[in-house]
């Protein structure tokens, strides 16, 4: 038994950790096969250091003793008095085996802010340079020196992009042994060390609401650190805290102004710690000693829109050296109201690298390349000419008729013509590159104008393309798996999907990088079943709930987007198919990763919420007043109370299931049986039962017509997923299903959200029709899935339609999550994965599935082909499926198979009562056989 990974829940990086108490987990394997081997017992032991790193000074800090326990996730670690402020820690977790036997983790290191700052004040201490009453204001905060946030907020005082550098000289003699930087900067920056990225991220900081959370990020940039002179630089660009619209397009802006600028100061924040190794430690702050200059970037619109001098570019600026004489002091600055807060979601940064596959000359001049594959990008373009020459940059989806970029909605026209990017030209005689500082978009072609590629048009020109590139840019949270099949149809949907997904997660879950950008809370949990077999999303989603705890308004109500960029108004404001994120994702969590430390923060914001939506219960508890099935017929709501009523039921119990967590067993009564109201209130009003009038079989109708009963997909799914269904009209409503699925011509006729209960359904055991879900997605006219992939698009759109504004919307993608769960068959039953159930799709029209999924207890494999075995003394033949399965470590998979599908050999396979075989860690090699009966 060894250890193969650790962590910290909630935290994607761990340099700047501000909690007094952290949540830990471990993933285990084991060497041979199919071994019995189990955790029996753990102890984890956090180590601190007085020095710079936790070496051989290393002394015990907290120590949580040998504990009886196979548990290996959510192991709390709340040394008394928590951790101190920057400091470096460690921890380490060993493990024993049934038979005594131990195994030990390597040290997993983590270094502290400012945890107990974290619920004061933000870095206010700036107002002492013109504000020095502050300090008998703030006194205890002033005198609390060790544990407090030192620097100052600095910047010009404009909203232009800026260049803040800090030249710091090390005694020759003296050279730290650990150098960590806390910064933040505002709306994004990039931080460098003497000329180089101290990271690999982007987009610095994440998206927040700036009024309520500032987040900070940690660098270790020991390696990057000299002896002798060392530059801090930073870049501050723009993005939504304080969005430059100059002459270009911007989206929230559009109609009616309702964007929310945070701030009018472009202002960044740093900390640089230099630890050393006789234990002493140093800071240096950012103040007016920092010099500060405006930027060759003179527009970041975060909307792919920025205008960039090269002539302006200070060359060797964030280097040793460089003369900053001329550079203005920096200015103290009021900066934001957000508290600050560790960044603790996985960071953006750049994946794929895209060449396009083939490029146009327009008559206009112009040449359009094409990636090959639609995507959110930051574009790279290489080009060499003379001083002052203009490159112009813009970027599409689509392609119009004349084959220039095209927006095919008429209502963003303004998106053709006002979005792009302008790069001036240094005239060096060598090629230069120019990629986007603080901006990106989503984008399959990409059109310059003002250069050319070859040599002979550039003469008519001047400047000449060397090369055009770009990069994927999303989320580094951990990719986790694939599935793929023997359909090329099917497996151009799932990279389809998969891109969709990709491209919209960022410090949130979006659903569209192009146009909005927005917040939307709807796919951040629609989307969630189906974008955890794509990423480790855990502490994305945590700090999504953050987002949704600093966005809720006083009477409760959970907005339909966190941040708020922009105000909505009405429904695109208040609908609890959008605002049930609050409750819905930490039962998600949970369930996904076995992760529960977020219900104590979350709990009474959701309760504020259902006291809210209380106040919005018609007929005694029906909820219609929201956005119903957004999406169907392009964006009709119906179904309002089927879906929202369904939605504020399944809110009511997963706030029940988070007091039961909570040890709140008088709560947990409370909203059980405000629960079951609402099950008989649904139930009273939805539910046509079978009589004299209605012969066939019960079903449920919707209230989209006052008086009339219709007898919809979406009504029964819905019912059906969020389990209210009384066992006595499950068959019923299955009949009823099925039926006007046939009556449809197998069309998709739901919405986005309907669109998720009818792919669930569908997959039930006791429906089983994965015909009917393919039908559905080769429809030839829309709604269709391969509709849009034969028009050779490559990521889905934003609506059924062909010529659709945004075609990288990702809210019609909760079909995949059916190719993983009810194709590859790959489902949680107990938390994390602790136990699943596997249902390969064997049966079905796929001759061969494979895929993986790497659960929260390390990796799950399944691969399963067909072939049909001829028999030696007849003419018959028989189908065969070869099986692979591999389980993880301390899991155990139930394998579940239809009745005309046994396995040829079963030997030291267990098979339990209700006929499914048990299959504990290891890997399995079967040979099914069908019944062709």
């Not at 960590?180 to 998206?207: E, I, M, Q, R």
């Not at 409750?583 to 919420?609: D, M, N, W």
């Not at 075995?869 to 139930?894: A, H, M, N, W, Y």
Request: include cysteine.
């Amino acid at each position: 038994m060894n250890i193969t990974r650790c962590g910290i829940h909630g935290f994607s990086e761990t340099l700047g950790i501000d909690a007094n108490d952290i949540r830990v987990y471990w993933v285990l394997g084991a060497n041979d096969n199919h071994s019995l081997l189990n955790q029996a017992a753990y102890q984890v032991i956090v180590y601190s250091s007085q020095g710079s790193s936790v070496d051989n000074r290393k002394s015990t800090y907290w120590d949580s003793g040998r504990v009886e326990s196979d548990a290996q996730r959510n192991i709390i670690c709340n040394p008394n008095g928590g951790f101190r402020a920057t400091t470096f820690y460690c921890w380490q977790v060993t493990v024993w085996d049934q038979h005594g036997r131990s195994s030990q983790s390597p040290l997993n290191e983590f270094y502290t802010s400012y945890p107990r700052s974290s619920g004061l004040l933000p870095p206010y201490s700036m107002n002492q340079t013109y504000m020095p009453h502050t300090s008998l204001i703030f006194r205890t905060w002033f005198e609390d020196e060790a544990e407090r946030w030192k620097a100052v907020w600095i910047g010009n005082g404009g909203d232009k992009p800026i260049y803040l550098r800090k030249s710091i000289l090390s005694p020759a003699s003296i050279k730290p042994t650990r150098v960590v930087v806390f910064a933040s900067g505002l709306g994004h920056f990039t931080l460098t060390v003497n000329g180089s990225p101290a990271s690999h991220h982007v987009l610095d900081p994440g998206w927040t609401n700036y009024h309520r959370t500032v987040q900070f990020v940690g660098y270790d940039v020991t390696s990057q650190w000299s002896s002798e002179e060392n530059v801090i630089g930073a870049h501050v660009g723009n993005g939504f805290y304080a969005g430059d619209q100059g002459d270009r397009f911007f989206w929230p802006m559009y109609e009616d102004n309702t964007y929310v600028r945070y701030g009018n100061e472009l202002c960044f924040f740093a900390e640089i710690h230099l630890h050393y190794e006789d234990g002493s430690h140093q800071t240096v702050i950012s103040d007016p000693s920092w010099r500060v200059a405006n930027s060759a970037t003179s527009l970041a619109n975060i909307y792919a829109s920025e205008d960039h001098d090269r002539r302006r570019y200070p060359v060797g600026w964030d280097s040793p050296g460089y003369d900053d004489s001329h550079w203005a002091s920096a200015k103290p600055l009021t900066g934001p109201r957000g508290k600050l807060r560790y960044q603790s979601q996985p960071p953006v940064v750049l994946h794929d690298t895209f060449h396009p596959v083939k490029h146009q000359a327009l008559p206009s001049g112009a040449t359009v390349f094409d990636l090959g594959q639609n995507s959110s990008i930051m574009v790279r373009v290489e080009v060499s000419g003379p001083a002052g020459s203009e490159i112009i940059i813009r970027y599409s989806e689509t392609l119009g008729e004349d084959g220039a970029v095209f927006m095919p909605d008429p209502l963003f026209k303004e998106f053709e013509s006002g979005v792009y990017s302008k790069f001036i030209l240094a005239g060096t005689g060598e090629p230069e590159i120019w990629t986007p500082d603080f901006s990106f978009t989503s984008a399959r072609y990409i059109q310059i104008h003002g250069a050319s590629l070859s040599k002979e048009e550039a003469a008519a020109v001047h400047p000449t393309i060397h090369s055009v590139t770009a990069r994927h840019v999303s989320s580094a949270a951990r990719k986790l798996g694939f599935v793929k099949t023997d359909k090329d149809d099917v497996n151009a949907l799932i990279n389809a999907c998969y891109w969709s997904f990709s491209s919209n997660i960022f410090s949130y879950h979006t659903d569209c990088p192009q146009i909005e950008k927005f917040g939307w809370l709807e796919v951040t949990s629609l989307l969630a079943p189906a974008t955890q077999y794509v990423r480790d999303m855990e502490d994305v989603y945590c700090k999504i709930l953050d987002d949704i705890i600093d966005a809720q308004e006083p009477n409760g109500l959970v907005p339909t987007m966190a941040p708020e960029m922009r105000y909505m108004c009405g429904p695109l404001h208040v609908t609890i198919t959008w605002g049930c994120a609050v409750c819905f994702l930490p039962e998600l969590i949970k369930r996904y990763y076995g992760s529960t430390h977020i219900i104590a923060r979350i709990y009474q914001p959701c309760v504020r919420y259902m006291a809210y939506m209380q106040t919005k219960e018609r007929h005694g508890g029906l909820i219609e007043h929201g956005l119903g099935d957004w999406g169907r017929d392009i964006a009709f709501g119906n179904h309002q109370a089927n879906i929202e009523t369904a939605v504020y039921y399944r809110c009511l119990r997963n706030v029940a299931m988070m007091a039961r967590e909570l040890h709140l067993p008088t709560d947990e009564a409370e909203f059980t049986r405000r629960a079951d109201r609402i099950y008989d209130v649904y139930n009273r009003h939805l539910l046509v039962v079978r009589d004299k009038t209605n012969p066939d079989y019960a079903f449920y109708t919707s209230l989209d017509t006052p008086g009339a009963h219709d007898c919809t997909m979406v009504a029964q799914a819905v019912a059906l997923q969020f389990g209210l269904v009384s066992a006595e009209h499950r068959a019923d409503i299955i009949r009823a299903f099925l039926a006007d699925a046939e009556a449809s011509g197998y069309r998709m006729q739901a919405g986005e959200i309907g669109l998720k209960y009818l792919w669930n359904t569908l997959a039930e055991p006791d429906v089983d029709r994965p015909d009917i879900v393919l039908a559905m997605a080769r429809q030839e006219e829309h709604p269709s899935y391969m509709r849009f992939l034969r028009r050779g698009e490559t990521t889905l759109s934003e609506f059924w339609q062909d010529a659709c504004r945004s075609k990288c919307h990702d809210m019609l993608g909760t079909i995949y999550e059916w190719f993983y769960a009810a194709v590859l068959g790959v489902q949680p039953v107990g938390d994390a994965y602790r136990t699943w159930t596997l249902r390969p799709l064997v049966t079905g029209e796929f001759g061969l599935v494979e895929g993986e999924v790497e659960c929260p207890y390390g990796m799950i494999q399944v691969r399963f082909e067909r072939r049909r075995q001829e028999s030696e003394s007849s003419s018959s033949s028989s189908i065969l499926v070869d099986l692979e399965i591999g389980v993880p470590f301390g899991t155990k998979c139930s394998l579940i198979l239809p009745p005309r599908v046994v396995v040829k050999e079963e030997e030291g396979l267990q098979r339990g009562s209700d006929g499914t075989i048990s299959l504990l860690q290891g890997v399995y090699r079967l040979v099914l056989h069908v019944s062709e009966d």
